[in-house]
């Protein structure tokens, strides 16, 4: 798995996403089509090597012709619908914007829907977030990870007027985030960079076991007393027997009680959610208020599904509310293989122990249909694949 690592020991912006990616091999011309997909005039992408404290990296500046209308969320999203660019894409950047949008209206006291983006909204900021989402597809990345953040500190000025570093929106994005202060008086993260790792990594801390394949710097454009600089560090995921995977990994936890609902569309939910990207679906027996029976629908996801789980949640069930929690989970390193049995191939789940050793789970639909076919016992296609793959693991580790 292709996964990439933000060490932030400068911050992180937009442009330094940008420039981060395009120095880690992004092709310039692939980031101009996507951003050109968006149907915007009026910009143009730059990109220069420089040097940061003696450090070279690559400066992305998006220069815009004139002022930004202001914008809503509505419309920014309906930019994203309309670009045509991969779904994934979509989906995260407008997973984004929607995250910035519920950190503005709660520092202004408002609702998602009547924020105005001032300097968010224009036109750079919203090339800055969909470029670097589209940056990460074009890159393979699979998975996004990050350092604790410096967040710097004093006073920025803003279409708000004199706001204090961090400035309140980037507050309320890294809420769950760790964080860390210092004595530079200077913004590190800005509210877009913030939105982009809050949205799109799945875990913080140090640099995840993996083997490095590029590194990419981004610079910002001030100079500080140290390099000003964003790296990007893109590899492929270390499985090594006993190696756990993503620790601290970050996902979401939704949940709700619904004690008014018709039991056979939980099949339905439960297909659908998973099929949104749901990571687990669980639904749990319970006993409510005046005796009344009641299902626990819990469900687990990556923090960039949740809006669209919670959508569907909210029109699939009769809930009239969904708790929301984010958790931090360790994985064991794991794989999947096919190995071969006398009655085809059948896909196996193999997980890596601590101190040696493996689990391996075949993948029970395939058993199945190889069982039917020959009219063999499905245990017994089962234990020869297990069986398999255990063999198979432990002459790979020797």
């Known amino acids: 798995m292709t996964i990439a690592y933000l060490d932030c020991f400068s911050g992180i912006s937009g442009d330094m996403m940008l420039g981060a990616l395009l120095d880690a091999g992004l092709p310039p011309e692939d980031l101009r089509a996507d951003l050109a997909r968006l149907g915007l005039s009026g910009w143009e992408l730059r990109s220069e090597r420089v040097r940061r404290q003696g450090l070279a990296g690559t400066q992305a500046t998006i220069e815009t012709a004139g002022p930004s209308p202001e914008r809503h969320l509505s419309d920014i999203l309906a930019l994203i619908a309309a670009s045509g660019l991969p779904a994934p894409v979509q989906e995260q950047a407008s997973a984004v914007f929607t995250r910035l949008a519920d950190a503005e209206a709660a520092v202004h006291g408002s609702d998602r829907e009547h924020v105005h983006f001032h300097e968010v909204g224009a036109l750079d900021s919203i090339l800055d977030i969909v470029g670097s989402v589209a940056g990460l597809h074009r890159l393979g990345v699979e998975a996004l990870y990050c350092s604790p953040l410096p967040l710097g500190g004093g006073f920025v000025e803003s279409a708000h007027g004199r706001l204090p570093v961090p400035a309140p929106a980037t507050v309320a994005l890294l809420q769950g985030v760790p964080v860390y202060g210092g004595p530079l008086e200077a913004e590190l993260v800005t509210p877009t960079g913030a939105a982009l790792v809050a949205t799109l990594c799945r875990g913080f801390g140090p640099l995840p076991a993996l083997t490095i394949s590029r590194v990419g710097l981004g610079a910002g454009s001030r100079d500080l007393p140290h390099p000003n600089l964003l790296r990007l560090v893109l590899g492929e995921a270390a499985a090594t027997p006993g190696a756990r995977a993503a620790e601290g990994e970050r996902i979401c936890q939704l949940e709700t009680n619904i004690d008014n609902m018709d039991p056979q569309l939980y099949d339905h939910l439960v297909e659908l959610l998973l099929g949104a990207g749901a990571l687990d679906v ?81 993948e029970f639909e395939d058993c199945r249909a190889r069982a039917r076919e020959a009219g063999v016992p499905l245990q017994a296609v089962m234990e020869h694949a297990r069986c398999q793959a255990r063999k198979l693991a432990e002459n790979r580790s020797d």
Do not use: N
């Open 282 to 362: 669980v639904l749990v027996p319970a006993i409510m208020k005046k005796s009344r029976p009641a299902t626990i629908v819990q469900v687990l996801c990556p923090p960039e599904r949740k809006d669209l789980l919670l959508d569907l949640l909210f029109t699939e069930t009769t809930t009239l509310g969904v708790r929301m929690a984010y958790l931090d989970r360790v994985c064991l390193a794991r794989e999947s293989i096919t190995v071969p049995t006398p009655w085809g191939p059948v896909a196996v789940k193999v997980a890596h122990l601590p101190g040696g050793g493996v689990r391996c789970a075949p």
